[in-house]
């Protein structure tokens, strides 16, 4: 499983920082990684990271904006949002897959996250920016 924390509302140009904590399965060899889903929109997976190798992929929109990261020990990875927009109100969502060199590269190949790749899914965290 995985536990989704840290979301909240922020002015434009603001940070926030999220959580995703695992139980049930260790961070080794996997993908772990964040969807996000705004009003109206479809769900977008924005960032993932192999836990093993530091891989990592981002979407273009949070590019030199977000960075994710992982404390192995704790099982918890982290996403720092910086220069948060209004674009970025979505709800958030923790995700993380098995064989995560593969799933991190098939992504950086294919310049997307597939939402099928993901086995485990956190409950949405909500993610609201002002202007």
């Known amino acids: 499983q995985l536990q989704a924390s840290g979301g909240g509302s922020v002015q434009a140009g603001g940070s926030l920082r999220l959580s995703c904590a695992a139980s049930?399965?260790?961070?080794?060899?996997?993908?772990i990684g964040w969807f996000r889903q705004a009003p109206g929109k479809e769900r977008e997976g924005i960032v993932c990271?192999?836990?093993?190798?530091?891989?990592?992929f981002y979407t273009d929109s949070v590019k030199d904006r977000f960075n994710i990261s992982i404390d192995a020990a704790k099982n918890t990875a982290y996403l720092q949002m910086n220069h948060l927009t209004p674009e970025d109100t979505a709800i958030y969502y923790c995700?993380?897959?098995?064989?995560?060199?593969?799933?991190?590269?098939?992504?950086?190949?294919?310049?997307?996250?597939?939402?099928?790749?993901?086995?485990?899914w956190g409950q949405g965290t909500q993610v609201t920016v002002s202007s």
């Open positions: 990271i192999a836990t093993d190798e530091g891989h990592t």
């Open positions: 049930g399965f260790t961070f080794r060899d996997h993908a």
């Open positions: 995700v993380g897959a098995q064989n995560g060199l593969f799933v991190v590269t098939a992504a950086q190949l294919l310049g997307v996250m597939r939402s099928t790749s993901y086995e485990y």
